[in-house]
């Protein structure tokens, strides 16, 4: 399924111009489950950083891991922050639907794709940049188990170079991921500059697309809907939440127990003044709230499709 038939149309009319700064599509096709959700985020917040207003949308089905996922950053000088149908860069990771991706794509557009996959033979009025990605992540990552999580971050290094994403802004970006997570920031990094330098010693830059420091972003933050949807429920009142885990509404709960964690403890004894319950199931999951909810507790959950046809029994209540 490409993803590029399903979004409004911007397309500028008038004569194609030589050069695009700071107004452009980037799209990564991955997989479900293969850790880039962290790379795109990074991506994300670096161009946040530079000062240029962008926001990022993230298409993937509700599995747990394996199936295809993209996800689109849009950077827009005019402060633009809608997907757009036409995808300018694309970073094409994922074989089930590399070639569907690239055949959807506008004449004149940018592909770093996986070396292995060969895309530049299916047109010739693209911009192609093959990466070996596993040979580049090997001499990085030692350990076979973490080189498909590790070796996304190859590209957002690609990416900087070619685009012109400043690294220092990748590395605080990264960093801010991680948090207090160190020395998986190191490695993420080190697959981050070994991308970069790849890119600078064999990728001549041939399409038009770049970025550029602005200062659009001050005082603003970047937030994901799921974060946000956590702080209305705070502000709210929840007191009580029960929930299992399925993509991609996980992060909803885990980023409101940070926040009740944070405000929701009594100032004196430091107890909690609420409860969080990870269930057995979506089933379970729903009986709880609304058993909390029938004892005068203000209760949610949060889910996906599937989980919701699971919900079905109690919702009936």
Known sequence: MAT?????????????RKSVVNDLSIQVATVNGSGSQSSNSVLLRAIFQMGIPVSGKNLFPSNIAGLPTWFTIRASKHGYIARRKEIDFLVAMNPETAEEDVRGLEPGAAVVYDEPLNLRRLRDDLIFYPVPFDKIVAPVCPDAKLRKLVRNMIYVGVVARLLGVDMQEIEKALRKQFKKKAKAADLNFKAVVAGYDFAAKNLAKADRYSVERMDLTRGKILIDGNSAAALGCMFAGVTVVTWYPITPSSSLCETLIGYM????????????????????????????VIGA?????????????????????????
């Not at 405000?263 to 979506?282: L, S």
């Not at 203000?298 to 079905?312: D, E, V």
Request: no cysteine; proline share 5%; hydrophobic share 45%.
């Open 4 to 16: 590029t038939d399903v979004a409004v149309s911007e397309k500028a009319a008038g004569p194609e």
């Open 261 to 288: 964690k944070r405000y929701r403890v009594d100032p004196e004894t430091r107890k909690a003044t609420f409860a969080i319950v990870q269930a057995e199931d979506e089933l379970a999951a729903i009986g709880m």
């Open 293 to 317: 909810g029938w004892a005068g507790a203000r209760a949610m959950t949060s889910t996906a499709g599937p989980g919701i046809s699971l919900m079905a029994e109690f919702v009936g209540l």
